[in-house]
């Protein structure tokens, strides 16, 4: 990986296009530190002791919702417009038939995602200003406040949405992807640092030790997840068109054991918050203590690594539809050795998908469920730096690389 970033810096177009990311690293920086204005961050605090509810969406945000900055809500509304109209285009003809258009199509999808993107920003803000204030965290509870609130946190959002797609096309990897990866990445000094201080003050080495070893054996683990691929050899017949001959070429249907990606993850948590969010809605002592067995360890974990399961198998029938897949082979003169055109090839291209997502989904749910697991085993409960993220940190790393590589391979790059 040192290698590809020393010779992508030797490529002037490469060069101008990292600079342009590290300038959006640190611009980001710079406003997960300008704060909403009217908020007690005392209080604020305090919201954050459990860490069941906002652990999560503060960690993808890099701190900015602890410290209630301008960037608060994070990209995360977007990523959810971004999934609802994707599982749309599957469900409405219509945007199916949108979507299968091309450029034109895409755009028109793109814009509908940002206004909904806006919608789900205001809808949060308000969600939020409503639990901050039961909470005591809001110094003034004036029309005035509330619109500069809200508007605020909406304003960040829009400008992370706007800074993700900038990055996508005048940058190198997933602007979206990248921006979440920044989050994850600015709330590691912090949590090191807590972490450090705690194995020193209760000479807790054993157990910094474990930490260590196990956060090691997760990101190799993760990359062999993200890397394993299951190859389907497909035969294309010949074709002779006049004096040419078209096809007789064998390539493959790459099929990942992660198709998935953390989508389902994101799924999971977002209904995880659900009994949380009603908790600060309905302050009744039945409803509280309900609340609070829920999240507990045992149930929440118990909870959450079935959620992951089941949206697994749910997002990647979504993704990876087979008889699609085997109807435009059978129009293009493709088949699988051994299996028959059409329906069969089908059958075949979905058992195989079966099994393969269903590997995917104990992994996914496993590393959902791991930071609990590791912080009861070591008791360093500062370290949240979980499966979740180490999953997000690694794959952004990989693909970021393969995007350099591709270009250093399109330009013949004699070092590379």
Same mark, same amino acid.
């Given at each position: 990986?040192?290698?590809?970033?020393?010779?992508?810096?030797?490529?002037?177009?490469?060069?101008?296009?990292?600079?342009?990311?590290?300038?959006?690293?640190?611009?980001?920086?710079?406003?997960?530190?300008?704060?909403?204005?009217?908020?007690?961050?005392?209080?604020?605090?305090?919201?954050?002791?459990?860490?069941?509810?906002?652990?999560?969406?503060?960690?993808?945000?890099?701190?900015?919702?602890?410290?209630?900055?301008?960037?608060?809500?994070?990209?995360?509304?977007?990523?959810?417009?971004?999934?609802?109209?994707?599982?749309?285009?599957?469900?409405?003809?219509?945007?199916?038939?949108?979507?299968?258009?091309?450029?034109?199509?895409?755009?028109?999808?793109?814009?509908?995602?940002?206004?909904?993107?806006?919608?789900?920003?205001?809808?949060?803000?308000?969600?939020?200003?409503?639990?901050?204030?039961?909470?005591?965290?809001?110094?003034?509870?004036?029309?005035?406040?509330?619109?500069?609130?809200?508007?605020?946190?909406?304003?960040?959002?829009?400008?992370?949405?706007?800074?993700?797609?900038?990055?996508?096309? @005048?940058?190198?990897?997933? !602007? =979206?992807?990248? *921006? #979440? %990866?920044?989050?994850?990445?600015?709330?590691? $000094?912090?949590? +090191? &640092?807590?972490?450090?201080?705690?194995?020193?003050?209760?000479?807790?080495?054993?157990?910094?030790?474990?930490?260590?070893?196990?956060?090691?054996?997760?990101?190799?683990?993760?990359?062999?997840?993200?890397?394993?691929?299951?190859?389907?050899?497909?035969?294309?017949?010949?074709?002779?068109?006049?004096?040419?001959?078209?096809?007789?070429?064998?390539?493959?249907?790459?099929? @990942?054991?992660?198709?998935? !990606? =953390?989508?389902? *993850? #994101? %799924?999971?948590?977002?209904?995880?918050?659900? $009994?949380?969010? +009603? &908790?600060?809605?309905?302050?009744?002592?039945?409803?509280?203590?309900?609340?609070?067995?829920?999240?507990?360890?045992?149930?929440?974990?118990?909870?959450?690594?079935?959620?992951?399961?089941?949206?697994?198998?749910?997002?990647?029938?979504?993704?990876?539809?087979?008889?699609?897949?085997?109807?435009?082979?059978?129009?293009?003169?493709?088949?699988?050795?051994?299996?028959?055109?059409?329906?069969?090839?089908?059958?075949?291209?979905?058992? #195989?998908?079966?099994?393969?997502?269903?590997?995917?989904?104990?992994?996914? &749910?496993?590393?959902?469920?791991?930071?609990?697991?590791?912080?009861?085993?070591?008791?360093?409960?500062?370290?949240?730096?979980?499966?979740?993220?180490?999953?997000?940190?690694?794959?952004?790393?990989?693909?970021?690389?393969?995007?350099?590589?591709?270009?250093?391979?399109?330009?013949?790059?004699?070092?590379?």
């Amino acid at each position: 990986m040192l290698q590809t970033l020393s010779n992508a810096f030797k490529v002037p177009e490469l060069r101008s296009k990292l600079v342009y990311l590290l300038g959006v690293f640190l611009l980001y920086a710079f406003g997960m530190h300008i704060p909403v204005p009217g908020i007690n961050h005392e209080a604020l605090e305090s919201m954050f002791g459990a860490g069941t509810l906002f652990g999560m969406w503060d960690l993808f945000a890099g701190g900015s919702l602890r410290r209630f900055s301008i960037f608060a809500l994070g990209i995360m509304p977007y990523i959810n417009a971004s999934i609802i109209f994707q599982l749309l285009t599957v469900v409405i003809p219509k945007l199916e038939e949108l979507a299968k258009e091309g450029e034109t199509g895409q755009k028109q999808i793109a814009q509908w995602t940002r206004y909904l993107t806006i919608i789900l920003g205001f809808v949060q803000a308000i969600g939020m200003y409503v639990m901050l204030s039961q909470a005591g965290a809001i110094e003034n509870t004036s029309i005035l406040n509330i619109f500069v609130i809200v508007t605020t946190l909406v304003g960040g959002t829009a400008f992370l949405m706007w800074l993700g797609e900038e990055v996508s096309q @005048k940058g190198i990897g997933n !602007g =979206v992807s990248l *921006i #979440i %990866f920044i989050g994850i990445v600015a709330s590691l $000094p912090t949590q +090191i &640092g807590q972490t450090a201080l705690i194995v020193r003050d209760y000479s807790r080495y054993g157990a910094a030790i474990v930490l260590t070893l196990v956060s090691i054996a997760t990101v190799a683990f993760i990359i062999l997840i993200h890397k394993g691929e299951r190859k389907i050899p497909v035969q294309y017949a010949k074709r002779v068109v006049g004096r040419k001959v078209y096809g007789g070429q064998t390539t493959y249907i790459p099929m @990942k054991v992660n198709s998935a !990606g =953390v989508i389902p *993850i #994101i %799924f999971a948590v977002s209904i995880l918050m659900f $009994p949380a969010t +009603i &908790g600060q809605f309905i302050p009744h002592p039945t409803v509280q203590e309900w609340v609070a067995k829920f999240n507990s360890t045992l149930i929440y974990n118990v909870s959450y690594f079935i959620l992951v399961f089941m949206f697994t198998f749910f997002y990647t029938a979504v993704v990876f539809n087979p008889k699609d897949i085997a109807e435009r082979m059978k129009r293009h003169g493709g088949f699988i050795l051994g299996i028959r055109p059409g329906k069969p090839t089908a059958e075949y291209l979905e058992r #195989i998908m079966i099994r393969i997502t269903f590997m995917g989904a104990l992994f996914l &749910g496993t590393i959902a469920v791991m930071p609990s697991v590791v912080m009861a085993l070591t008791d360093l409960n500062t370290f949240q730096l979980g499966g979740t993220s180490l999953l997000i940190m690694v794959g952004v790393i990989l693909d970021t690389v393969q995007h350099i590589e591709a270009q250093l391979l399109m330009r013949h790059y004699e070092g590379f």
